[in-house]
């Protein structure tokens, strides 16, 4: 494969924008009808997903080892879609054919033999990753929706029990099928740690303008049966009995994860009495979007390892701690700490680049990223480095340059010294 004229020729595919994937759609489907049932029936939100990733993954084939586990979980995953071995090579076919139509007379010989070679691999890992792990689960797991709780005018808590033994580790997520909005699945992340009943918290965040958090929220009760995909990400895990001290910091709904996290510690703290010492620190823009405090201010009381605090951005009333949270986040006690951070794109690299900039080193702050968020792969990696760059917009989260800045009082977004140093 010659890595220089895979990737050279995709540049030069892409600068066609969304004919790219129109085009790809519309052979593929054509081609083969038979998996346009595999699709949502709106493409406005899946256009350009599967050939945007397809064509970066495959153009960079030369750098496969980066991307194995990515691969890996993506053959797993899309079992939930009953995509099969001849599949690949449908969706083989119309990306030859992508090409081929976009670039011309360039589409020799020499370059469909790389484009071919490279793909090849490609599908060869998932097809692998998927039969393998075919041989010890399920596709999807049909789970009962048990409880619906409004807990703000746009986010709610659904219990949900899953039919069969659904194992996942704390700070995991897994995406979800609604029956209301079928081939539409979306990740959530577990609120809660593994249960002995096998229910799971999860909390739905109504999205405006969104495909499938509106229904959620509004429209999901108790008795529907939603699909939930195999449990995926590491990044947010901890071993258990892991004494290292924790740094939490959460934006809006960022909150599920490390949750369950804490209650993995909390777990072990009441069989041994010994829990490392955690401050989990919450961001939203308004009070009200605190929907846990209760639970975590009463948490705060009871266990003497644990420290909570409230961030609050955008109401300039609040008598508490306002601000940033990253920014929050840095200004407290980072030495021997290991931070975890969780929340949408652009406050995730915010955070990030608030801690680099006081010192903590990249391999103790742990976050989540999926490569179809707002902010690819290496925006978080570019904030720990403390790296400016000029070069791609895409590569940094939509509207972060335009963001207003919030009027802080310095007085009131620095919180009082961690409360364990006040412990003694």
């Keep these: ?15 066609h924008g969304e004919q790219v994937p129109l085009y790809f759609y519309s052979h593929l489907f054509v081609s083969h009808p038979e998996v346009r049932s595999m699709f949502p029936l709106s493409m406005s939100n899946q256009r350009d997903k599967l050939v945007s990733a397809l064509g970066r993954i495959v153009s960079h084939a030369d750098q496969i080892e980066n991307d ?34 976009f670039l011309g007379s360039e589409w020799d010989e020499e370059l469909a033999a790389h484009w071919t070679a490279a793909y090849q691999v490609i599908a060869r ?4 990753a998927a039969e393998t792990s075919s041989e010890s689960s399920p596709d999807w797991w049909d789970a009962d929706v048990v ?8 986010l709610t808590l659904l219990t949900v029990r899953p039919r069969r033994a659904f194992g996942f580790l704390p700070g995991q997520s897994v995406s979800m099928e609604i029956p209301q909005r079928r081939r539409l699945w979306r990740y959530f992340s577990p609120a809660n740690a593994p249960r002995r009943d096998g229910s799971i918290d999860l909390h739905v965040q109504q999205i405006d303008g969104g495909q499938v958090s509106p229904t959620a929220v509004r429209s999901l009760k108790v008795g529907d049966v939603v699909k939930l995909g195999a449990p995926v990400g590491e990044r947010l895990t901890r071993r258990a009995e892991d004494s290292k001290d924790l740094l939490m910091v959460a934006g809006g709904t960022g909150l599920a994860p490390l949750l369950a996290v804490l209650e993995q510690i909390d777990h072990e703290w009441q069989r041994s009495r010994t829990a490392p010492r955690v401050h989990l620190l919450h961001g939203v823009r308004m009070p009200w979007h605190l929907y846990d405090r209760p639970r975590l201010r009463e948490l705060a009381q009871k266990r003497p390892w644990f420290d909570y605090t409230e ?14 949270v990253g920014t929050v986040a840095a200004r407290q006690t980072l030495d021997g700490r ?14 990030l680049e608030q801690l680099a900039s006081r010192g903590m080193h990249p391999e103790h702050i742990k976050y989540e990223h999926f490569y179809y968020a707002a902010a690819d792969d290496h925006t978080a990696e570019r904030a720990l480095n403390r790296q400016e760059t000029t070069s791609d917009e895409h590569q940094r989260p939509p509207g972060l340059s335009a963001l207003p800045v919030t009027r802080v009082d310095p007085r009131r977004d620095l919180p009082a010294p ?6 003694g």
Excluded: I
């Design 418 to 423: 961690d409360a364990w140093h006040r412990r």
């Design 338 to 351: 290991t931070a975890m951070v969780c929340g949408g794109p652009q406050m995730v690299a915010h955070t």
């Design 125 to 128: 890992m998932m097809v692998e």
């Design 147 to 154: 409880s619906v709780e409004r807990r703000t005018m746009d």
């Design 68 to 101: 194995a586990a990515f691969l890996q979980h993506l053959g797993r995953d899309h079992r939930k879609y009953a995509v099969v071995a001849d599949h690949y090579n449908a969706v083989g076919a119309s990306l030859c054919a992508t090409l081929k139509h």
């Design 1 to 15: 494969m010659d890595a220089y004229a895979l990737q050279r020729s995709w540049d030069r595919v892409t600068k």
């Design 311 to 324: 961030v609050v951005s955008d109401d300039a009333s609040y008598p508490g701690t306002r601000g940033k």
